[in-house]
């Protein structure tokens, strides 16, 4: 589990790369329902979810999709979600 995302300019250019391609499949409401779900089944923490939810907020993350036509993620964007996840942790433990 990853409580928080780790301090570093390399932790927060591949958060952003990760929610970019989260919010590229399933827009900005489906990406904020999988970062809900990530939580739920203990892949962050709550303080990791709520500084990604502060991202998905922000004007940092480029977001060219319709909010108003929200979609889930695939399988395989939430296996990609767990490889940046994976990734995460390792910086945070570096």
């Known amino acids: 589990m990853i409580e928080q995302i780790p301090p570093g300019l390399g932790a927060e250019v591949l958060t952003l790369e990760w929610l970019s391609t989260l919010t590229a499949v399933a827009g900005p409401a489906g990406a904020l329902r999988a970062v809900r779900h990530y939580e739920q089944i203990g892949w962050i ?50």
């Open 45 to 94: 923490g709550s303080t990791a979810r709520r500084q990604i939810e502060s991202l998905l907020a922000s004007p940092s993350l480029d977001v060219f999709v319709d909010p108003t036509d929200p979609s889930e993620p695939t399988a395989g964007q939430h296996r990609r979600s767990y490889q940046y996840l994976v990734v995460l942790k390792t910086l945070r433990e570096a």
